[in-house]
């Protein structure tokens, strides 16, 4: 188990636990890294892709919700990488017509996904 944290907390309604550890051979060190490289680097990744969106810049789209689905993945956050991933189809087939609400629901989404990463390096920190 990864030190301060239970299989019940909030992290692991979100994240994939056992296939995540899985692909990063049980390193929970490596996971750690990974959630302080997503918290550093999600803000600027929606607002990259906020911006795109507001330009109507399909290949931008595509671009950075490709970039955010990567991260997602890694971490094992499914349903951010799969948010992330309909945004990225969109601007690849250059159909932004919904691409607002897709957004809003990505941001809901990632919301959820940044409050329980908050709260799991915040419990590594105290631990």
Do not use: C
């Not at 051979?25 to 996971?31: K, M, P, V, W, Y």
């Not at 803000?43 to 795109?52: K, N, W």
């Amino acid at each position: 188990m990864i030190e301060g944290s239970s299989t019940d907390a909030p992290i692991w309604k979100l994240i994939d636990r056992h296939a995540t550890l899985a692909r990063l051979a049980q390193d929970e060190s490596l996971f750690g890294e990974l959630v302080v490289f997503f918290l550093d680097d999600h803000g600027e990744i929606i607002a990259s892709l906020t911006d795109a969106i507001s330009r109507a810049d399909a290949s931008a789209v595509e671009r950075t919700a490709h970039s955010l689905k990567g991260m997602a993945a890694n971490l094992g956050a499914v349903a951010v990488a799969q948010a992330a991933g309909e945004l990225e189809a969109m601007g690849r087939n250059r159909d932004l017509s919904e691409g607002v609400l897709k957004e809003q629901a990505l941001q809901a989404e990632l919301n959820r996904l940044v409050s329980a990463l908050q709260d799991y390096r915040a419990s590594r920190e105290s631990a």
